[in-house]
């Protein structure tokens, strides 16, 4: 019998999130844990998105608005663009797969780095267009060269994570700049900025400020993060109207639901909440990052809402150790299945990380 999918999919692996609450307490009969696993913002969401999706709620048994107007509207105001040059996606991770599915053949090729955010590879793989895992530098740190050099006549697409996750390094103005200018001109360089909230580096720029560099520029924003509505799935993305324009024709009609837009629109509205997560998050990166290091342990630099720390033993199996603890890490891949990747959560949260952690190395 013929095979039932073609290779590609055949390959694919599914996406694998962190681990939810519901599972640790009927795997393990935990109460009470805490999931430092998914980058969430630890604060819960506004409570103006609280009472725009209950409002919203009313509304369901009409579809949603499928061009997304008054989003868009929004935030065309928010960043002083043209709405013509925003397009809405089901979390940023379905424009990922849009972009793959929109600009590449499977006779073009694509690139991106390693570790990076897994998400790049399965659209990839999802189209079956060729691609280039390009590794970090040894300290993590991005390696603009070799990036560079992994562009063939044949790419059309590169994916940069700006911070990174799963490293929260950050690529910096003269990196990205660098970037931007010599990648050829036929690339359309996307710009994954799902942690920009939280990036307070001198050198950190936003791709948005570098806009003119280039003109095939995808930048990619997400509501899951610092916003947090990670489970409404609201992102979107700024780039050239013709670019744009492209990505709307491929998107599912009602990409996004009524209460995503609605959710959305109203988290635009109460950014002192999203300084507050911002404000906790920048105290709680420089406590918990010293804390680990003076338990002999190594932390990537971070410009995000979590931390990657090394340990001696396998991660995975410090990683069970704290699910026993009630604590929900991530473990990571090789090559880092000595890693463990922690989000901050809320100084209580990290507090009982901490001993946790404490407790699993005695
Ligand atoms: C770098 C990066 N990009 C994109 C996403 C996808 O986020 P969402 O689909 O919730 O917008 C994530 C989520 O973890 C991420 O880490």
Redesign the pocket.
């Known amino acids: 019998m013929d095979a039932l999918v073609p290779p590609n999919v055949e390959r694919m692996v599914p996406y694998k999130p962190g681990k939810p609450l519901e599972e640790l307490k009927r795997e393990y009969g935990i109460d009470h844990a805490v999931k430092l696993a ?2 969430e913002n630890p604060l819960g969401p506004s409570p103006l998105v609280v009472e725009a999706v209950r409002a919203a709620a009313t509304q369901l048994h009409f579809y949603p608005d499928g061009s997304g107007f008054d989003l868009r509207h929004d935030l065309a105001q928010h960043h002083g663009v043209p709405m013509n040059e925003i397009v809405l ?1 089901n ?4 424009l ?1 797969d849009q972009v793959c599915r929109t600009f590449p053949t499977p006779d073009d090729h694509a690139v991106f780095g390693t570790p ?2 897994v ?1 790049y590879e399965l659209g990839c793989l999802a189209e079956n267009v060729p691609f280039t895992a390009v590794p970090l530098r040894e300290n993590l740190a991005w390696d603009v060269d070799a990036l560079l050099a992994a562009v063939t006549p044949r790419t059309k697409v590169l994916f940069v ?1 700006n911070p ?2 799963p490293t929260g390094a950050h690529m910096g103005r003269a990196d990205l700049e660098r970037l931007l200018r010599e990648t050829p001109e036929r690339v359309v360089v996307v710009l ?1 900025e ?2 920009v909230e939280f990036a307070d580096a001198p050198d950190f720029v936003s791709a948005l400020e570098l806009r003119h560099l280039r003109e095939r520029l995808l930048v ?1 924003r ?4 610092a916003y947090g509505i ?1 489970g409404l ?3 979107y993305g700024i780039g050239p109207a013709k670019l744009v324009d492209f990505l709307q024709r491929m998107r599912a009609p009602f990409n996004v639901s009524l209460l995503g837009l609605a959710g959305a629109r109203a988290a635009l509205k109460d950014p002192e909440h999203v300084a507050r997560y911002v404000a906790l998050n920048r105290r709680e990166r420089a406590r918990v990052g010293g804390a680990l290091t003076e338990l002999g342990l190594r932390v990537a630099p971070s410009q995000a809402n979590f931390v990657l720390v090394e340990f001696a033993r396998p991660g995975r199996e410090i990683y069970e150790a704290l699910l026993r603890h009630g604590v929900i890490v991530r473990a990571m891949p090789a090559p880092l299945e000595n890693w463990l990747r922690i989000t901050l959560g809320t100084e209580p949260q990290n507090d009982r990380l901490l001993a946790a952690v404490r407790e699993v190395l005695r």
């Open positions: 998914s980058n996606g979390g940023s991770n379905e990922i990076s955010f998400c994570a990174n996750n994954d799902a942690y990619l997400t509501f899951s993060k990670a799935r609201v992102g």
